[in-house]
Nanobody
Framework: QVQLVESGGGLVQAGGSLRLSCAAS????????VGWFRQAPGKEREFVAG????????YYSDSVKGRFTISRDNAVKTVYLQMNSLKPEDTAVYYC????????????????WGQGTQVTVSS
């Protein structure tokens, strides 16, 4: 069982930066791949970035590649999403999720989800 809690969301101007955190509980956190997803009003949830259990491999959606960086510190059971050069279209609720499948870019393979944190980017 893994419980996830996101934090770090907020309001930022276009071009600014935010760092989201996903704090996990559970003894085998490093066994899980972790993904960040987002959902804007009226839109489907979409994959943003993912990282393998050991933190060696990362993968991104085309819309954020080069602007966002995912990382993890298994010693403190936390995954981070550094978001730079933010755009108004990045506005959404951001969720972290954990699952056993590496490189998954859809929601189904992720078994555990956080409650989400709001990111709002003003123009």
């Amino acid at each position: 069982q893994v419980q996830l809690v996101e934090s770090g969301g907020g309001l930022v101007q276009a071009g600014g930066s935010l760092r989201l955190s996903c704090a996990a509980s559970g003894r085998t956190f490093n066994s899980f791949a972790v993904g960040w997803f987002r959902q804007a009003p009226g839109k489907e949830r979409e994959f943003v970035a993912g990282i393998t259990g050991g933190g060696v491999y990362t993968y991104y959606s085309d819309s954020v590649k080069g602007r966002f960086t995912i990382s993890r510190d298994n010693a403190v059971k936390t995954v981070y999403l550094q978001m730079n050069s933010l755009k108004p279209e990045d506005t959404a609720v951001y969720y972290c999720a954990a699952g056993y499948s590496d490189y998954a870019r859809t929601s189904a393979p992720y078994h555990y989800w956080g409650q989400g944190t709001q990111v709002t980017v003003s123009s």
